[in-house]
């Protein structure tokens, strides 16, 4: 596909009333997250597979030497404040560290950032579900938070000092020996009395205040006030809860160093249920986007500025596939940040099938699952994992979790610790090979690539875009900034060739029916043949973009292709229609010396491949130098067309037509929409149109009449990579008219146009005619798969037809039809027109809604460095002045400057 002639710039501004929609992907497309350490989710196949174990199993390995840091994140938890997953790691990591005291300190921390009102009122009041226990008084003054132990100095739990958050904070065992009245609380030797306090941030992470557990504030609230207007229903609530203590080790911290341990709950709700259900009831609804901005800002605060080593592990909640507050799963909800994945795996009966469902749910998203981790549960589950892993994910098997907790799973973590050394080592050697790749691959991609339309001489080493992964409209691009990588996402803001519909869900949906159809089909042959994904795919084409007019559909691979074979299918129909041949004379023993042309307009483009470059107007990329055999087999016309121009659509007339005097009233148009009505055709322009063409047609024929107009191909009103031109559909339409008026057949190049791309399902819509033949590839499969079809009606069809097969269309390629592009093809075109999917289409008038905001484009087109300015359906395309071939990046940015600026003005006149 060649890139536009002129310098273009897509915008990425939307329409003020899809907001909701747009926040996420503005989020999307600015954000960065660290790759400077290792960062993993912890799925797993069903609740209760211990994947917290696994996680406070890893803090333990990670944690043996000094001078690291361990991040645990739980971003949804339910059943809080009793259950608390972090306050587990947290805990039982203290516990371990107690029994395998090493030589250097941890700073150990626990916090939760936001809860559900219900849960918060748990939190800050002591819980309403946990009984009172008369051996814990919080009585006024200053309640210093304690660690208590057993006689035998086991640690059984972390005590706030205060009744509320003893009682009903953070599922702490009962011990009827703890007391939060004045005086003293027995503490560990190891433990740092002087760093034992409870601090309040807010939901930021800034530090608010320090609370040493007054009762005042331990039941009012955390820097809360007591009124009566203090609440705790509905909603999330910031809690800002944040606990810390120094684990000390056999010698001093200063001399040994120490490491750090970080657990954070991101948001809390208090039933014991799925997110998606306690989100509603308790009407603490969290959105994907909130969440995963969260879950960045804390991914920022805690890594990006870490020196030392650095490990972070993220804990989903339930399985793969349970639903998150706002009703995504939660294997979609994570898939922007696509973070390498240890699943958890069931090693009980029936656990090998729940394991291997999950881990295709996760591969199927493009999700890295790097290990599996399962308990035994005598049942050897493991065999048949791995032999389905073909070797290629390592298993890994836990020792048998006891039933009765005694020493609180001490002994169990210190059997199994050589397997988290060991899931430990794969997941540092996983994160190694995967940095090393990303930065190999420039150098790499340098050496062995031939990119396409591309000086490499141009082009270097640091220059090249390491592409990661795709969600939905956005890249995830690899790069190092100031020797910090990053996975930094990035709007794909030509849609990659303009092949994609920016959709992360129907992304997802074509990866798993194209997985259907590779193992239902793999690949068959087309001719005589027929199966279901290429006969539903026709249908659909018939009934949709061909409706009225198309019967038969040629399948091909690209775009190019497709342009090849309509040129076959109207030259064949010209010649039958003017009787030059006949169906008793096949074309190999006929020698005719008609010379045959195609009418085509100036600066359009039809692919890259010889036949359709002969159609194509002379320009750097049909000369000499590129193409030696370009002739040119055409005649070119210098199309009017239509842009806003300093807040103002213009018309702009070549030369030609300018000369003919055109009314003044022609050349302006105060709305879009006045562009494209068929009024028009009534106009002096439209007779001015039509002399033009008419006289044009009649001098290419020469006197002996060898040389003949025998198709019109046109891209039907936006030339999309000669330079995003919107040409006057009037003009177009009076061209195709009279193109038929001589029997001359009509080519539709919709590769760019079609399928919803300027608004409607085929460009028809806009120029008010429809073709003999059109052309139709790129969105046609949502942009996952090649394929391309040639729509034709049944008169071009029917010049095909005849006794001898040398009679028939002999082109074709050896995918011709595949099943997995015709599967994606079903799935997108259904996808692009149900409104229920497709949220910008207005079902009634099979239309898009506006999605660019009519005052931000023309205040847009009123910048001086803007040239012009078109906006149709999902198109949005500005020109810009500039100067020299390297100008345009920095005008670029200035403009996007200035762009700013103007949306930041006109939502302050909206909110005034």
Same mark, same amino acid.
């Given at each position: 596909m060649s890139p536009p002639t002129s310098t273009l710039f897509a915008a990425v501004l939307r329409c003020h009333h899809h907001r909701n929609h747009h926040h996420l992907r503005r989020f999307i497309s600015t954000y960065s997250l660290p790759l400077s350490h290792p960062i993993y989710t912890i799925w797993a196949a069903n609740t209760s597979l211990g994947k917290t174990l696994v996680s406070a199993g890893l803090s333990t390995s990670y944690l043996s030497s000094p001078h690291r840091k361990f991040l645990y994140l739980k971003p949804l938890q339910t059943g809080f404040p009793i259950d608390s997953d972090s306050l587990f790691v947290y805990s039982k990591f203290g516990e371990f560290f107690a029994r395998n005291r090493p030589e250097f300190s941890v700073f150990a921390s626990n916090h939760v950032l936001k809860a559900s009102g219900l849960a918060s009122k748990d939190v800050f009041r002591g819980g309403s579900d946990v009984e009172r226990d008369e051996n814990v008084s919080c009585r006024n003054g200053v309640v210093k938070k304690s660690e208590f132990f057993l006689s035998n100095s086991e640690m059984k739990g972390s005590v706030l000092g205060s009744e509320g958050l003893v009682r009903g904070g953070f599922g702490v065992e009962r011990d009827d020996n703890v007391s939060c009245g004045n005086g003293a609380v027995k503490k560990s030797e190891f433990f740092d009395s002087n760093r034992a306090e409870l601090s309040v941030f807010d939901a930021d992470c800034e530090l608010k205040g320090s609370v040493l557990g007054s009762e005042g504030l331990v039941r009012g609230g955390f820097g809360v006030e007591r009124d009566g207007n203090v609440s705790f229903g509905n909603g999330v609530v910031n809690v800002g809860l944040y606990e810390e203590r120094r684990l000390q080790g056999t010698e001093n911290w200063e001399m040994k160093g120490y490491s750090k341990l970080v657990c954070k709950t991101m948001y809390g709700w208090?039933?014991?249920?799925?997110?998606?259900?306690?989100?509603?009831?308790?009407?603490?609804?969290?959105? @994907?986007?909130?969440?995963?901005?969260?879950?960045?800002?804390?991914?920022?605060i805690e890594l990006e500025s870490e020196k030392g080593g650095a490990f972070c592990v993220i804990e989903t909640a339930g399985g793969v596939a349970s639903p998150g507050p706002s009703g995504s799963l939660q294997c979609d909800l994570y898939r922007p940040?696509?973070?390498?994945?240890?699943?958890?795996? @069931?090693?009980?009966?029936?656990?090998?099938?729940?394991?291997?469902?999950?881990?295709?749910?996760?591969?199927?998203?493009?999700?890295?699952?790097?290990?599996?981790?399962i308990e035994d549960h005598g049942l050897v589950n493991e065999g048949p994992l791995s032999s389905y892993l073909r070797r290629r994910v390592p298993v890994l098997v836990l020792p048998p979790i006891p039933k009765e907790m005694s020493n609180n799973l001490m002994e169990w973590f210190q059997e199994a610790l050589s397997t988290f050394h060991s899931l430990e080592e794969i997941m540092q050697s996983a994160f190694v090979e995967r940095t090393s790749r990303l930065h190999d691959m420039p150098r790499k991609a340098h050496d062995f690539f031939w990119w396409p339309f591309t000086?490499?001489?141009?082009?270097?080493?640091?220059?090249?875009?390491?592409?990661?992964?795709?969600?939905?409209?956005?890249?995830?691009?690899?790069?190092?900034?100031?020797?910090?990588?990053?996975?930094?996402?990035?709007?794909?803001?030509?849609?990659?060739?303009?092949?994609?519909?920016?959709?992360?869900?129907? %992304?997802?949906?074509?990866?798993?029916?194209?997985?259907?159809?590779?193992?239902?089909y793999g690949h068959v042959m087309f001719p005589e043949n027929v199966y279901e994904p290429a006969l539903e795919c026709a249908e659909l084409l018939l009934e949709g973009v061909g409706k009225g007019w198309a019967s038969r559909v040629y399948f091909s691979d690209n775009g190019s292709t497709a342009i090849e074979i309509a040129l076959k299918m109207a030259l064949r129909k010209f010649l039958f229609d003017h009787k030059i041949v006949s169906d008793d004379l096949v074309a190999e023993n006929s020698e005719s010396h008609v010379d045959l042309k195609v009418l085509a307009l100036r600066g359009s483009y039809h692919g890259d491949t010889l036949g359709a470059m002969e159609a194509q107007a002379p320009s750097p990329y049909t000369g000499f130098y590129q193409q030696p055999w370009y002739k040119g087999r055409g005649h070119f016309l210098d199309p009017p067309t239509v842009a806003m121009c300093h807040g103002v659509w213009k018309l702009s007339l070549p030369q030609e037509i300018e000369t003919q005097n055109p009314s003044l009233e022609d050349f302006t148009f105060s709305l879009r929409e006045n562009i494209f009505k068929e009024s028009r055709d009534t106009s002096n322009l439209a007779d001015i149109y039509h002399s033009y063409i008419w006289k044009t047609l009649h001098l290419i024929i020469d006197s002996s009449g060898s040389t003949r107009i025998g198709a019109l191909i046109i891209e039907p009103v936006i030339h999309g990579a000669g330079g995003m031109e919107m040409v006057d559909p009037l003009f177009q339409r009076v061209l195709v008219k009279e193109c038929r008026n001589q029997k001359i057949p009509v080519i539709f190049d919709e590769v760019f146009t079609g399928f919803w791309r300027l608004?409607?399902?085929?460009?028809?819509?806009?120029?008010?005619?429809?073709?003999?033949?059109?052309?139709?590839?790129?969105?046609?499969?949502?942009?996952?798969?090649?394929?391309?079809?040639?729509?034709?009606?049944?008169?071009?069809?029917?010049?095909?037809?005849?006794?001898?097969?040398? %009679?028939?269309?002999?082109?074709?390629?050896?995918?011709?039809?595949?099943?997995?592009?015709?599967?994606?093809?079903?799935?997108?075109?259904?996808?692009?027109?149900?409104?229920?999917?497709?949220?910008?289409?207005?079902?009634?008038?099979?239309?898009?809604?506006?999605?660019? @905001?009519? @005052?931000?484009?023309?205040?847009?087109?009123?910048?001086?460095?803007?040239?012009?300015?078109?906006?149709?359906?999902?198109?949005?395309?500005?020109?810009? %002045?500039?100067?020299?071939?390297?100008?345009g990046r920095a005008l670029f940015g200035q403009v996007l400057v200035e762009v700013e600026k103007t949306r930041i003005w006109l939502n302050q006149q909206v909110k005034v």
């Open positions: 208090k039933e014991a249920l799925s997110p998606h259900l306690v989100a509603e009831r308790e009407n603490a609804r969290v959105e @994907d986007d909130e969440l995963l901005g969260m879950l960045k800002g804390c991914l920022g940040f696509r973070f390498p994945a240890i699943l958890v795996g @069931d090693g009980r009966l029936g656990g090998i099938s729940a394991t291997i469902s999950a881990y295709e749910s996760l591969k199927l998203r493009g999700y890295d699952v790097v290990a599996v981790v000086q490499h001489k141009l082009v270097p080493e640091e220059n090249v875009t390491v592409i990661d992964s795709r969600c939905g409209e956005n890249f995830a691009v690899h790069k190092v900034n100031n020797n910090v990588d990053l996975i930094t996402q990035q709007f794909d803001a030509c849609a990659s060739w303009w092949t994609q519909g920016p959709d992360a869900t129907l %992304q997802i949906e074509l990866a798993r029916d194209m997985g259907y159809a590779t193992a239902r608004g409607a399902e085929s460009a028809t819509e806009f120029i008010r005619c429809k073709p003999d033949i059109a052309c139709f590839a790129k969105l046609m499969t949502g942009g996952i798969v090649p394929l391309a079809v040639t729509l034709a009606s049944e008169a071009v069809f029917e010049a095909f037809v005849g006794d001898s097969k040398l %009679q028939a269309l002999l082109h074709g390629h050896s995918y011709t039809a595949h099943a997995l592009g015709c599967t994606a093809a079903v799935k997108s075109i259904k996808w692009f027109k149900d409104s229920k999917t497709n949220h910008n289409l207005i079902s009634e008038a099979m239309l898009l809604r506006e999605l660019w @905001d009519p @005052d931000l484009v023309r205040q847009i087109s009123l910048l001086p460095a803007v040239h012009r300015v078109v906006v149709l359906g999902t198109l949005c395309a500005l020109e810009l %002045q500039a100067e020299g071939s390297n100008a």
